[in-house]
């Protein structure tokens, strides 16, 4: 469901902005991260219990692409404690990024919908690197102790991904499922706008992300 919302919002916008590229991947150049970056990396890694050497991701991978401007769109299982505890380190100190305060104050509200969305095992238990530096999970469900291991790991790629884009000169975008827009004096949630997009919400969607390429 994710990659079918993802085409439908790139179909509405590309009409409008040429410039949009699909599909971008940035290879990572493990050098930029020399000094100061292995520095906040490691305490993003160690805020959510990692142990170990931090692992670093060889490639990134966009939703879409404008000039310098690298998009993401973030669904429920990007939103939960291990995320906030991210989002309060020194990168977020280092770095400008206009949607941290937001995204804060998401993860504190909607840590339930990240418990209906990332119960199954693939997302709660992530894949084998996730137990090897977070330790084993907890029963499904259960939050005490070690919690979730997926989600941390989740949650430390979401956080590299917004140090490694700065470190490489491009500026990271993240769109949230539970954003609004206000269509016909209403606000409508911008996940069912594009869930099954109707032609007369196509107009406020390309005025909305306007505004965010401003931003």
């Known amino acids: ?61 966009f939703d879409f692409k404008i000039k310098r401007q690298l998009f993401q769109y973030d669904d429920e299982v990007h939103f939960n404690r291990y995320r906030l505890n991210t ?25 339930k919908d990240c418990l209906k969305a990332g119960l199954q095992e693939r997302i709660w238990n992530g894949p084998p ?10 029963d499904i469900g259960d939050l005490s102790g070690n919690g979730s291991s997926g989600w941390k790991l989740n949650a430390y790629n979401d956080a590299q991904y917004d140090l490694l884009t700065r470190l490489h000169g491009y500026k990271l975008i993240r769109i949230p ?15 069912d706008l594009i869930r099954v997009p109707k032609e007369e919400s196509h107009k406020a969607i390309v005025n909305w992300f306007g505004r965010k390429l401003e931003n």
């Open 87 to 111: 989002l309060k380190t020194e990168v977020y100190n280092v770095f400008n990024f206009p949607w941290l305060d937001s995204y804060k104050r998401l993860c504190r509200t909607y840590e």
């Open 177 to 191: 499922q539970y954003e609004n827009l206000m269509i016909g004096g209403a606000l409508k949630k911008l996940d």
């Open 1 to 61: 469901m994710h990659q079918i919302k993802i085409e439908n919002l790139i179909q509405i916008l590309s009409a409008e902005l040429p410039d949009l590229e699909t599909d971008f991947n940035l290879d990572i150049n493990q050098k930029y991260l020399h000094g100061k970056g292995n520095e906040l990396l490691t305490e993003v890694f160690e805020s959510i219990g990692g142990t170990g050497v931090p692992p670093v991701l060889g490639k990134l991978k």
């Open 129 to 138: 690197i996730a137990s090897k530096v977070f330790g084993k999970s907890e």
